[in-house]
Nanobody, 121 residues
Framework: QVQLVESGGGLAQPGGSLRLSCSAS????????LGWYRQAPGKERELVAT???????RYAGSVEGRFTIHRDNDNKVGYLQMNSLKPEDTAVYYC???????????????WGQGTQVTVSS
């Protein structure tokens, strides 16, 4: 069964760091476009960062220079390195990926289960 499994959330102090991971399970799976989104209480889900397979990245202005999206294609894992965390970064973070599966030429959209990130002193 193909799915995205997230890990790495938790509690961090302001100015601290966390790294989120997103693993794509299933045989014959490869990651095309990778994305991270977040949703704070009472707010809509928003884009945090995306990365295309060739490595073109895009960041929300609120995280530019603090967060880094990257991946390990061989191991089918995506990452979001979060540095200089702020209380306003508190949210549930979701991994999103277009996955190529087997010989299907069209990628399919998958979401992770979400992981809580809380930034507080």
């Amino acid at each position: 069964q193909v799915q995205l499994v997230e890990s790495g959330g938790g509690l961090a102090q302001p100015g601290g760091s966390l790294r989120l991971s997103c693993s794509a399970s299933g045989s014959s799976v490869s990651i095309n476009t990778l994305g991270w989104y977040r949703q704070a209480p009472g707010k809509e889900r928003e884009l945090v960062a995306t990365q295309t397979r060739p490595g073109i990245t895009r960041y929300a202005g609120s995280v530019e220079g603090r967060f880094t999206i990257h991946r390990d294609n061989d191991n089918k894992v995506g990452y979001l390195q979060m540095n200089s965390l702020k209380p306003e970064d508190t949210a549930v973070y979701y991994c999103n990926a277009d996955l190529f599966i087997g010989r299907d030429p069209y990628p399919r959209d998958y979401w992770g289960q979400g992981t809580q990130v809380t930034v507080s002193s």
